[in-house]
């Protein structure tokens, strides 16, 4: 069946950077439009960064914007988020997901879920 396992999360202090990545398995990754979502204790789930089949056109969440770069690579069935400049609201279990539309905004949209990772920025 069809995987996405993400990895890189962890506890960081205000101002630093972390790497996550999410693999997907089972299917043909370049199928998909890709995105980040994440989620803050006791919140929904919000829109963080999307990145089309091919690699253009990111789209960001306007609290991201500058900070963070979404990126994929489909020879190796992977899509990062490379988050620089971290803050204390950063703090979220953070997923990634997969639809076969275009960068959507909505978590509705999305027909393949990761498990989600833990990132803790510490002021």
């Known amino acids: 069946q069809v995987q996405l396992v993400e990895s890189g999360g962890g506890q960081v202090q205000a101002g630093g950077s972390l790497r996550l990545s999410c693999v997907m398995s089972g299917d043909t990754f370049s199928k998909y439009t890709m995105t980040w979502f994440r989620q803050k204790s006791g919140l929904e789930r919000e829109f963080v960064a999307g990145?089309?089949?091919?690699?253009?056109?990111?789209l960001y969440a306007d609290a991201v914007m500058g900070r963070f770069t979404i990126s994929r690579d489909n020879a190796e069935n992977t899509v990062y988020l490379q988050m620089n400049r971290l803050r204390p609201d950063d703090t979220a279990v953070y997923f990634c997901?997969?639809?076969?539309?275009?960068?959507?905004?909505?978590?509705?949209?999305?027909?393949?879920w990761g498990q989600g990772t833990q990132v803790t920025v510490s002021s």
């Open positions: 990145i089309v089949r091919t690699g253009g056109s990111p």
């Open positions: 997901a997969a639809t076969f539309m275009g960068t959507s905004k909505s978590p509705e949209d999305y027909i393949r």
